[in-house]
């Protein structure tokens, strides 16, 4: 893949493709950020953003990962304390996870965020967005939590990190586009640039194909996981033999193999009994969906072949995990 295929894989979208294209054709020293705020131990959501952050190292570009220790603290997550101890952890799994040391930034957003000069353009952004305007763009991530004024600060905030961390590409989840959007409004105003944005899709939830997957409401995949209790959810995942189920459902079986497993291994063996037609591999994931679809591959075996390398992928955070925790 080149610079650009390796940038725009598996992205939902960005904004906007020519943006996109001007940084692929020259992406050295060029910098890409995600933030997260510090929870501690990560989950398929944030390994999803975490193989983007791989493909644009790879692109040849420099990312910087946001250990959000404010915006936790905004959104009520601890003391400042508790939450660089969970940050650290996050660091360390990001890195065991695959992630090239050499190639990444880890910062801590109280190592900007309380300068007076980022305090200062921020009184300037709450000047000029309208609560409405700034309400909309925190939905998406808020939930359903009460609206606090924290809440509404929360994604000016994330506007100018962009700025604050010197970046070329701002990149998150889907439920992110409006923070993005707001950013690209707001940012000409205070007189800095434009960066472009891409997007990540959300998996739905493992059990029921609905919504999104949530380590908070329902069932996911983390670091925290055992191969044992691995296997058990996967193979309570909710995998019809079709990528396109009725309604507004999506099969996260297929969703998994697409985001999580083909951009990490070059091929995926699906071991089968000769009786059932014996081992089956795969280079692509449209060929697994294809053999899906056309009944060539049991949805009992898709989720058995995805348990194994998802085992594979989180183990050296797991095990990283354990060390911190010993």
């Known amino acids: 893949m080149d610079a650009y295929e390796l940038i725009m894989r598996n992205a939902e979208e960005v904004v906007t493709d020519e943006e996109v294209r001007e940084l692929a054709a020259d992406p050295a020293g060029k910098r890409a950020y995600v933030g997260y705020e510090p929870s501690g131990v990560l989950h398929l959501g944030h390994l999803l953003t975490a193989n983007k952050l791989i493909d644009l190292q790879?692109?040849?570009?420099?990312?910087?990962?946001?250990?959000?220790?404010?915006?936790?603290?905004?959104n009520g997550k601890g003391t400042f304390e508790e939450i660089r101890e969970t940050a650290e952890q996050m660091k360390a799994q990001f890195i065991a996870y695959g992630l090239d040391e050499d190639s990444a930034e880890f910062v801590y957003g109280s190592e900007f965020q309380l300068d007076e000069e980022y305090t200062l353009d921020l009184h300037t952004l709450e000047l000029e967005t309208t609560l409405n305007?700034?309400?909309?763009?925190?939905?998406?991530?808020?939930?359903?939590d009460t609206a606090k004024v924290s809440h509404v600060v929360y994604p000016l905030m994330q506007t100018l990190d962009i700025e604050y961390l010197d970046l070329d590409l701002a990149v998150g989840g889907i439920d992110q586009r409006k923070?993005?959007?707001?950013?690209?409004?707001e940012l000409p105003e205070l007189g800095y640039d434009v960066r472009p944005a891409l997007h990540t899709p959300i998996v739905a939830d493992l059990t029921t194909?609905?919504?999104?997957?949530?380590?908070?409401?329902?069932?996911?995949?983390?670091?925290?996981?055992?191969t044992e209790e691995l296997e058990e959810k996967v193979n309570s995942a909710f995998c019809p033999p079709t990528a396109d189920p009725e309604g507004d459902l999506e099969n996260p079986v297929l969703e998994l193999f697409e985001y999580h497993v083909f951009p990490r291994f070059?091929?995926?063996?699906?071991e089968r009994p000769d009786e059932y037609g014996g081992n089956i591999s795969y280079e692509r994931y449209e060929a697994l969906?294809?053999?899906?679809?056309?009944?060539?591959?049991h949805p009992a075996d898709a989720k058995g072949t995805l348990a194994s390398y998802l085992d594979e992928l989180i183990e050296p955070g797991r095990q990283k995990l354990r060390e911190i925790r010993s």
């Open 58 to 74: 790879d692109a040849g570009l420099e990312v910087v990962v946001l250990l959000a220790d404010v915006h936790a603290y905004l």
């Open 133 to 144: 305007r700034a309400q909309r763009a925190m939905a998406e991530i808020q939930g359903g």
């Open 179 to 185: 923070v993005h959007m707001l950013a690209r409004e």
């Open 209 to 226: 194909g609905e919504g999104k997957m949530s380590s908070s409401d329902g069932v996911t995949i983390s670091m925290e996981d055992s």
């Open 266 to 270: 070059s091929e995926i063996v699906v």
């Open 289 to 297: 969906e294809a053999d899906l679809e056309s009944g060539e591959l």
